[in-house]
């Protein structure tokens, strides 16, 4: 009897660790926290460098830095800085910038590889998500990781599944994310 | 002993979470999954376009994107598509690739810098794995981490010994990965 | 009673892994290791080939590769291989490398997104530390995560809270980074 405390600061650690819900029957995981975003990439062109939120940064030797290299964009890399809104209007207040950088990694079909931060700046949201992992754009939807966090996000684990929300040539994506944590350590 | 069943549900979820399998002796640590792949890297030289998986698409002032740069190849970023086998032949049938980008990063011997995906595609193995870190080239294995995963890799992490399988001037390479997981969710 | 020894494994367990250490009374979480270190950043300028540790190996359109693109060097993209002190004085002796990549991600302010690896090589500690996020540069402190390790630091997860240390020019950086880790493995 004299170590129930022990029992029950363990299985609180836990719960406050690892954010489990396993449901009683079978191991299905739950969330501890569920968010759903949009993000919206404006790439530079050669003539709209005060809208563009984004810029092809490197390119293959048959590639340039103002128009998509051809092969599905293979080898280009683009450094972005794009507004976070909490529905899908680019013009909506922003809750933050998701900012990183992403590449085409394949010849024959588009894919990407993307590495960004979600950095909060609203009075509900402060601190940042970090993300990392594939994205083959022609896959309906598709998970990358949630490799960590700050401030309200301290310490965050989970998977962040996106799809493509509008595409308009090559200036304009909006993608929709949704941020699925396993792990909430605040 | 009303509790019992809370103890059983702490330490389910600490294996479940962890897969820790500590010996009973001593705290030594043992994977909860191991996997052994190779993948192979044929860099675009200017010549090469239909069997390359990848390219230069970043140099320093110095270099240029079809040769490597000099000072070992200090800066020069490379994106990659790259096939993965279970064997060490370019030949067999692929269950994924390994995409992501790569850049070498000392002046004075070959060291370089990884984050990429391994996205499986076969009847095996769905879903992805992602990595980052340090690869000191010429060191006969390194580690890299293991920083999250999806579909069968739900939330994993883990640690990837690399070591370099063949190496053929500047154009193909081939990596022995061993991951070695830690953490399981699935 | 015949079941303690259990909830004893559950507590170790949670320990070992977690390296939590709440105080009795609030949640208050305490990393379970704590380290300060230095790192040294001098960019190449097309004349410092020598004493140079990092390189402009992208740029937008609108640069390029010996001196910063204007609008807050937004886009480029910088190789770096640093060495690391334990105190501010650049001569002191390294206790490793920081190597990595950042990149300047906003038109109308300094701020910037970072990869990058602690890889030490001093006889105290082996090993490495990864890092990734968010470098808002002139923000006091800033926050990144510590997304895996490996050697001494096997599995290790945080955060790390960057501040710049001196700042001259485009050439040389200081950057003090206060290590704090919560999921200790070793």
Redesign the interface.
Known sequence: MG??P??I???F??V???G?V?SSHG?K?RPCKEMVFYFHDIL?N?KNFDNATS???????WG???HMAGFNN????V???DPITLDNNLHSPPVG?A???Y?????NTF?A?L???F?FNCTELK??L?F???D?ILVKTR?????????DF??A???ATISTDAFEGDVYFRLRVHVKL??C?K
Chains 1, 2, 3 share one sequence.
């Open positions: 170590d129930a022990k029992h600061s363990a299985i650690l836990l406050l660790v690892s489990l396993p191991h995981i530079y050669g810029a092809i940064v490197g390119a293959p030797a340039n830095r103002t293979f080898g280009d890399m450094v972005f800085d910038r900012q990183g950088f590449f085409y990694d394949m010849k894919s590889w590495g960004f931060s950095v601190g940042t970090n990392a992992g594939a083959p998970d990358v990781s949630v490799i960590g966090g700050t401030g301290f310490m684990r989970g998977i396993y792990e350590w």
